[in-house]
């Protein structure tokens, strides 16, 4: 078992919030941040190895008083001193497991499960009700094939593997779309949109995957008639 603790005290902090899709940044703010992480291994069988991990943090902003809220600059600023940092959760864990599976010559097959755990998480330093993201845990699985020399890997995987509430997603807009609207070859489109973005169809993938209850996409349409396209592709494997 490995464990590790630490505390940092900052000066003149500088506070990320989204505004209207863009990063808004003050160099504004003094804070302290108390942690505690342990992390363990275990082999109890040949090929089975189990790992488990958590963290503890204690996030506080010591000085910021002249906090504002980005969603809404009209607002007068707030008194935010006390308030518990951004996208830090007091309480995080995981635990893992794989097992290898050995094919003599074929190589090796390895199943990983795990299951991650999350308390409430603060997406502005005002800590409003309607910028947290609630405790939360999620289940991700692998499954890992490696040739017999290790120089050749196949990986298989699924994140969030359970309903959801609601997925919010980039995807990618329409290439020749994309090409004609920013004046580019449509070769130069085609690498940025594979390299960057997530193809509406690979979307739905992964939506058929997940099964939310409520689907959200951006970052996508050019024109509003590339929405029709954009759905269509994703309801070829998605149907909710």
């Known amino acids: ?6 505390i940092y005290w900052y000066r003149d902090l500088q506070v990320s919030q989204l505004f209207e899709a863009q990063n808004y ?3 504004a703010a003094d804070a302290r941040i108390f942690g505690i992480e342990l ?8 090929s089975l190895t189990l790992g488990a991990q958590f963290s503890f943090l204690d996030t506080n902003y010591t000085d910021y008083e002249g906090c504002l809220d980005a969603k809404d600059l009209s607002k007068e600023k ?11 959760p007091r309480f995080s864990g995981s635990f893992t497991a794989t097992y290898e599976f050995g094919l003599a010559r074929f190589g090796s097959v390895t199943p990983y ?3 991650y755990a999350s308390d409430e998480v603060f997406f502005r ?7 947290t993201q609630n405790a939360y845990y999620l289940l991700n699985f692998r499954l890992m094939w490696r040739s017999q020399d290790r120089r050749l890997g196949l990986d298989f995987f699924v994140d969030n593997a359970k309903g959801a509430d609601i997925i919010l997603h980039e995807t990618a807009p329409i290439a020749a779309r994309f090409a004609e609207a920013c004046n580019v070859p449509q070769s130069i489109a085609d690498n940025i949109i594979a390299a960057s973005h997530t193809p509406a169809k690979a979307y739905g ?5 997940t099964k939310p209850n409520l689907v959200v996409t951006n970052h ?6 590339e929405i029709t396209e954009i759905v269509k592709d994703i309801i070829l494997h998605w149907k909710g």
């Not at 330093?125 to 910028?131: F, I």
């Not at 996508?220 to 008639?225: E, S, T």
């Open 25 to 27: 940044v003050e160099n």
């Open 220 to 225: 996508c349409p050019i024109d509003p008639q």
């Open 78 to 88: 707030q008194d935010c001193t006390g308030n518990q940092l951004s996208r830090a």
């Open 205 to 209: 993938k992964v939506l058929s995957l």
């Open 113 to 115: 499960a795990q299951v």
């Open 1 to 6: 078992m490995n464990g590790t603790a630490f």
């Open 125 to 131: 330093p005002t800590n409003e009700s309607a910028d």
């Open 39 to 46: 992390e363990s291994t275990w082999l109890p069988i040949d």
